[in-house]
């Protein structure tokens, strides 16, 4: 009996080559650092690896479970509260003013939802959805009873440098398992109600769900000191820049390299961010290759491919989207909370779809969607692109200006257009990703 026919698959070009194409990555940087400044390289490269963790949690989504989630600058503004409520230094006064009325809204909301489970367990028909109806207004009456004059109180004291609660004072790295956490937690509740649309339906929800965290964060001043932003975090193990440059032992070591101390201290603190970042990007990367070597992954990619084949063969197909979304939104909050940390600041109105959402999933188009190296090199690339633009747009529009007379209107007109070069260089890059490499620059196998 002759043997099945195989069909082969398609064979990458040498230029999709992931070795060539993370050199050419690193030559760039490299290039950066000698052509402008080594800080500006380095700065370059630590948001290259945070985005580049913010793509892998998008391929968890897109990728392995074909999930279009527009949400993702919430689950990564989630991952920068966390930092803030984990890293800042507790409000003794704010907590002395309304904390007590905070602790008791939280056991009124408890035992509302302990309520309601009871009065539908044990009532049936018309009976159970009165019953459930009363207690639902009584605790929202109870709530606002408590919460909304512990809240005024602690907004009101020191509003101009606290006027919230603060954190727990932990070490900054913490944040990040509580950002992935609580963005985990809220994937898992958004995803019992919206996992299960339609792909264009869960876009529009999850982008409104993403709006409402947002609101959240900025009006909750109580929680997150709204938009009056939290600054002055503290990221120990890595320093502040201003502690190393006034430490007579780092200057010393400056001046005997020969070195600005001042230069110094920023390249110092960048590389101990990057190897914190690196640590974490590798971890993240062996952990989702081994997750779609293994049989989840595979049958991930079936349920992608084929859902409702999969879902013939007894896979439970909502489940296992559950799972990607969660899995995929815990990375982009762990993302959320190492780009609070870097910044020292949280600042809720720097989160916009164009830099958190639709950014990060031109990172994974063109990387290669499915494949997780493909998706870190489209993070790297994307996010290159994304800073030099401007400085790429003046420096053209520079030059044609030079063939230009000086008070030519077409002069001032292509000045002011220049930092929205951005943009449409964005546009350009992924159509042309779309008609040359559909598939990515590294496709999935």
């Known amino acids: 009996m002759s043997q099945p026919t195989r069909v082969a698959a398609a064979q990458p070009t040498i230029w999709q080559n992931p070795a060539l194409l993370f050199a050419i990555m690193a030559a760039l940087l490299i290039a950066t650092g000698f052509g402008q400044s080594w800080l500006l390289a380095l700065t370059i490269l630590q948001l290259c690896m945070i985005s580049a963790i913010m793509t892998l949690g998008v391929n968890v989504q897109w990728g392995y479970a074909g999930l279009f989630n527009a949400g993702t600058m919430g689950f990564v503004a989630l991952g920068g509260m966390a930092a803030v409520l984990v890293a800042h230094d507790p409000v003794p006064e704010a907590w002395a003013a309304g904390g007590a009325g905070i602790a008791l809204s939280a056991v009124v909301i408890g035992g509302t939802i302990a309520a309601v489970l009871l009065v539908r367990a044990k009532l049936k028909g018309l009976a159970r959805m009165l019953a459930t109806v009363a207690v639902l207004v009584a605790g929202y009456i109870?709530?606002?009873?408590?919460?909304?004059?512990?809240?005024?109180?602690?907004?009101?004291?020191?509003?101009?440098?606290?006027?919230?609660?603060?954190?727990?004072?932990?070490?900054?790295?913490?944040?990040?398992?509580?950002?992935?956490?609580?963005?985990?937690?809220?994937?898992?509740?958004?995803?019992?109600?919206?996992?299960?649309?339609?792909?264009?339906?869960?876009?529009?929800?999850?982008?409104?769900?993403?709006?409402?965290?947002?609101?959240?964060?900025?009006?909750?001043?109580?929680?997150?000191?709204?938009?009056?932003?939290?600054?002055?975090?503290?990221?120990?193990?890595?320093?502040?820049?201003?502690?190393?440059?006034?430490?007579?032992?780092?200057?010393?070591?400056?001046?005997?390299?020969?070195?600005?101390?001042?230069?110094?201290?920023?390249?110092?603190?960048?590389l101990a961010f990057i190897g914190l970042f690196a640590i974490v990007l590798v971890t993240?990367?062996?952990?989702?290759?081994?997750?779609?070597?293994?049989?989840?992954?595979?049958?991930?990619?079936?349920?992608?491919?084929?859902?409702?084949?999969?879902?013939?063969?007894?896979?439970?197909?909502?489940?296992?989207?559950?799972?990607?979304?969660?899995?995929?939104?815990?990375?982009?909050?762990?993302?959320g909370a190492m780009l609070v940390t870097v910044d020292g600041q949280f600042t809720p109105g720097s989160y916009q779809p164009l830099r958190f959402t639709f950014l990060v999933l031109v990172m994974v188009v063109v990387g290669g969607s499915g494949n997780n190296l493909g998706s870190v090199l489209g993070g790297f690339l994307i996010w290159f692109v994304w800073v030099q633009s401007e400085a790429a747009g003046f420096a053209l529009v520079e030059a044609v200006s030079t063939l230009l007379a000086e008070d030519s209107p077409l002069r001032g007109h292509l000045t002011q257009a220049a930092p929205h070069l951005r943009p449409v260089l964005m546009g350009l890059i992924l159509v042309l990703a779309l008609r040359f490499a559909p598939r990515g620059l590294i496709p999935e196998r």
């Open 142 to 270: 109870l709530f606002g009873q408590a919460f909304g004059p512990a809240t005024d109180a602690i907004e009101a004291v020191n509003p101009a440098q606290t006027g919230f609660l603060g954190g727990m004072g932990f070490l900054i790295l913490f944040g990040w398992l509580l950002g992935g956490l609580l963005a985990a937690g809220a994937a898992w509740i958004i995803g019992k109600i919206a996992i299960g649309l339609r792909s264009d339906y869960l876009a529009i929800a999850t982008l409104g769900i993403a709006e409402i965290i947002l609101a959240i964060i900025k009006n909750e001043d109580w929680l997150t000191r709204g938009v009056k932003n939290v600054t002055g975090l503290p990221r120990y193990p890595v320093p502040y820049e201003v502690d190393l440059q006034t430490d007579p032992a780092f200057i010393e070591l400056a001046t005997s390299w020969g070195m600005e101390p001042n230069t110094l201290a920023g390249i110092t603190v960048k």
């Open 284 to 335: 993240l990367v062996y952990l989702a290759e081994r997750a779609l070597q293994s049989p989840w992954g595979r049958m991930m990619r079936a349920i992608r491919d084929r859902p409702d084949a999969a879902a013939a063969m007894g896979k439970d197909v909502k489940r296992r989207h559950l799972q990607a979304f969660v899995i995929g939104s815990a990375i982009c909050g762990i993302a």
